[in-house]
């Protein structure tokens, strides 16, 4: 089992940043892969950015791409994700999910694909 532990979410207004980390504990040989998901009220979760801890390989939504970069700390087993010119409909609760296999083709940003989460951390974005 590894626990995911996520922080620094809060309130922001527009066009302001954030940085959330989600640190690993336990079995890490379980975040192969780790991500970061969101949800909105009312929304599905959604992908936003996923990295291959082995390599260094990143993956953004297209909603992000440009203003939110994903990386990674190995020495404290923590992935970080900055948030830079954030917008209202960036407001939701973010989760950090952690997987040793790699997700399938085209697959990284579906929920499924991870079996390990966090508790999620707020963001709050404010027009």
């Known amino acids: 089992q590894v626990q995911l532990v996520e922080s620094g979410g809060g309130s922001v207004q527009a066009g302001g940043s954030l940085r959330l980390s989600c640190a690993a504990y336990?079995?890490?040989?379980?975040?192969?892969?780790m991500g970061w998901f969101r949800q909105a009220p009312g929304k599905e979760r959604e992908g936003v950015a996923t990295i291959y801890t082995g390599g260094g390989s990143t993956y953004y939504a297209d909603a992000v791409k440009g203003r939110f970069t994903i990386s990674q700390d190995n020495h404290k087993n923590t992935v970080y994700l900055q948030m830079n010119s954030l917008k209202p409909e960036d407001t939701a609760l973010y989760y950090c999910?952690?997987?040793?296999?790699?997700?399938?083709?085209?697959?990284?940003?579906?929920?499924?694909?991870?079996?390990?989460w966090g508790q999620g951390t707020q963001v709050t974005v404010s027009s």
């Open positions: 336990g079995y890490t040989y379980s975040t192969n892969y």
């Open positions: 999910a952690a997987d040793y296999r790699a997700p399938s083709p085209g697959g990284w940003d579906s929920a499924l694909q991870y079996t390990n």
